[in-house]
């Protein structure tokens, strides 16, 4: 592609991001979104949509109040609107036919840098070890905080993915966009223990892994049940975490809508058990 035809396409996928801010205090906090239609819809992170409203700043300098309209913590998925029209939209893009090698690009808000750009290549697509059994899209692409939430986007600037979070050894991890397009149709399915988490070794043999608590709904099921952000998950009804997978399967066969969770705080690695009711 000419670099000019690339500075094009860059430019109307800048359009097409917004910044997304919360308010003040404890929730307070920002990331990226993609403008999915002109009529207002927004798709971000679900971590980075936390609360129930918002602050969706566009390229031009308008900022709206945004209403989360749906949320799926387990695929770290919102959707956002505002009262706008005419909106410079993105293109989705076929994530499917995303191929190792391939040149992608980011856009995103990241340590205060409005429209950063930023390209890559496509590493792989599919689950990762560790991860559970949603697929990704996996890219060399540099992200930083405040990325989340902003669109991968391919050498035709059609978004193939939302950026949202780094693993080990640089590689982003973005959903892919045809996952997108399924929430966008089904939005928050199921129970939801309303936490937004993220595995770790424990680092013990045969331990199974924990998951790390990085963002807690106020008034989801773990806020009830007083779990707190940093509360590393081990185990659900005795049994320990073997993939992030295991705690949406407990989840969902909760019996009478309640599950013993098992969880280590602290430095002590203090280990107790509670019973959370399950929201709908």
Do not use: C, Y
């Amino acid at each position: 592609m000419a670099i000019r035809g690339f500075g094009e396409v860059a430019e109307r996928l800048r359009r097409s991001t917004v910044q997304v801010t919360l308010g003040s205090g404890r929730e307070r906090g920002s990331g990226s979104g993609v403008i999915w239609n002109e009529d207002g819809l927004i798709v971000t992170n679900a971590h980075v949509a936390r609360t129930d409203r918002a602050k969706v700043e566009l390229w031009d300098g308008r900022s709206f109040e945004a209403q989360v309209q749906a949320r799926d913590s387990r695929r770290d998925l919102a959707s956002l609107r505002i009262d706008a029209h005419g909106l410079p939209a993105t293109t989705p893009g076929d994530s499917s036919a995303l191929r190792a090698g391939e040149i992608v690009m980011a856009v995103g808000n990241p340590l205060g840098f409005i429209g950063a750009l930023t390209t890559g290549v496509v590493h792989s697509q599919g689950p990762l070890r560790g991860m559970g059994r949603q697929p990704w899209v996996q890219a060399a692409v540099r992200l930083a905080p405040g990325n989340s939430g902003g669109p991968l986007a391919d050498a035709q600037g059609r978004v193939v993915g939302i950026n949202t979070m780094v693993v080990g050894g640089g590689l982003a991890l973005a959903v892919p966009s045809n996952q997108v397009g399924d929430f966008l149709k089904r939005g928050t399915s199921g129970p939801s223990l309303g936490v937004t988490i993220r595995p770790v070794d424990i680092g013990r043999p045969n331990a199974g892994i924990g998951l790390l608590i990085l963002e807690v709904a106020p008034e989801g099921a773990a806020g009830r049940a007083s779990l707190l952000m940093g509360d590393l998950l081990t185990g659900a009804n005795g049994k320990p975490f073997r993939s992030p997978d295991d705690l949406s399967d407990a989840v969902d066969s909760a019996q009478n809508g309640l599950l013993s969770l098992q969880f280590l705080r602290g430095d002590r690695h203090t280990r107790r058990e509670v019973a959370v009711r399950l929201a709908a």
